[in-house]
């Protein structure tokens, strides 16, 4: 009878699941790549985190020309792996807006995510000064990782968008639940996002809205005066931007 370490098991599941929390829905074999693991090892792990219903399998999105063959399906946490990772006070900070809504008005609710989001303006400039060879976008994935949002940042596919651009994408969300009832909290993170790069963004998904990650569109900020020294060069790159979830 073969002998399987139950703990060994377990981890080397908390690494997979973290590995699609941070990097966003992989297949078996980005998994494997990534974690220097077998294709058969990531198979049987995301059985299990299937079963348990922590990640669901999404066929991938078209993108260019499909060749021959069954593409390979993509894996993404469900909103129960996410609960596995940072437990939050959600019921809690939810019934405490529901409060602020009913007691002081829509207003207050907006002040108050606004007050939330006011660590994208303040953070921008040091990190960017820091970090001066990061593009724009990249300063907000650094931002953002340090609010425990695993973000990073990807190139926007040839023909996605009318403009050449990135996008900023977040792989948590530490609100998302109280996000899903209250908008005000995203909407006020877009607006500071668009005022720290002086031009419009958008918005594409959003995991309050069941959506497997956050991602918003950010046209060529290396034409847009920010007021921080750039050097022009572009470096932003997924496979290059290192991220760093803070619990």
Same mark, same amino acid.
């Given at each position: 009878?073969?002998?399987? #370490?139950?703990? @060994?098991?377990?981890?080397? &599941?908390?690494?997979?699941? &973290? @590995? =699609?929390?941070?990097?966003?829905? @992989?297949?078996?074999? #980005?998994?494997?790549?990534?974690?220097?693991?077998?294709?058969?090892?990531?198979?049987?792990?995301?059985?299990?985190?299937?079963?348990?219903?922590?990640?669901?399998?999404?066929?991938?999105?078209?993108?260019?020309?499909?060749?021959?063959?069954?593409?390979?399906?993509?894996?993404?946490?469900?909103?129960?792996?996410?609960?596995?990772?940072?437990?939050?006070?959600?019921?809690?900070?939810?019934?405490?807006?529901?409060?602020?809504?009913?007691?002081?008005?829509?207003? *207050?609710?907006?002040?108050?995510?606004?007050?939330?989001?006011?660590?994208?303006?303040? &953070?921008?400039?040091?990190?960017?000064?820091?970090?001066?060879?990061?593009?724009?976008?990249?300063?907000?994935?650094?931002?953002?990782?340090?609010?425990?949002?695993?973000?990073?940042?990807?190139?926007?596919?040839?023909?996605? *968008?009318?403009?050449?651009?990135?996008?900023?994408?977040?792989?948590?969300?530490?609100?998302?639940?109280?996000?899903?009832?209250?908008?005000?909290?995203?909407?006020?993170?877009?607006?500071?996002?668009?005022?720290?790069?002086?031009?419009?963004?958008? &918005?594409?998904?959003? =995991?309050?809205?069941?959506?497997?990650?956050?991602?918003?569109?950010?046209?060529?900020?290396?034409?847009?005066?920010?007021?921080? @020294?750039?050097?022009?060069?572009?470096?932003?790159?997924?496979?290059?931007?290192?991220?760093?979830?803070?619990?």
């Amino acid at each position: 009878m073969e002998f399987v #370490d139950q703990t @060994s098991d377990q981890s080397t &599941r908390q690494r997979v699941a &973290r @590995s =699609i929390l941070v990097n966003g829905p @992989s297949t078996a074999a #980005d998994l494997a790549e990534r974690l220097d693991l077998t294709p058969a090892a990531v198979r049987r792990h995301l059985d299990h985190l299937l079963a348990e219903g922590a990640v669901e399998a999404r066929d991938p999105r078209p993108v260019g020309s499909r060749g021959r063959g069954r593409p390979a399906k993509v894996f993404a946490l469900t909103e129960h792996g996410r609960d596995g990772f940072e437990a939050q006070y959600d019921d809690l900070a939810a019934a405490a807006l529901r409060f602020l809504a009913d007691t002081a008005g829509e207003e *207050a609710v907006k002040a108050f995510a606004e007050q939330r989001a006011s660590f994208i303006e303040e &953070r921008f400039g040091d990190v960017a000064a820091t970090h001066p060879e990061a593009s724009p976008a990249e300063v907000l994935a650094k931002v953002f990782t340090e609010q425990g949002y695993a973000a990073s940042v990807r190139d926007l596919p040839a023909g996605a *968008a009318p403009i050449a651009g990135e996008q900023l994408c977040q792989q948590h969300c530490p609100v998302s639940h109280v996000a899903h009832e209250f908008p005000q909290l995203c909407e006020a993170e877009t607006a500071a996002i668009s005022r720290v790069l002086g031009t419009h963004v958008q &918005r594409l998904a959003t =995991i309050a809205h069941g959506d497997g990650v956050c991602t918003t569109c950010i046209p060529d900020t290396h034409r847009v005066a920010t007021g921080l @020294s750039a050097d022009g060069n572009d470096s932003a790159s997924a496979n290059n931007e290192k991220e760093r979830v803070i619990s």
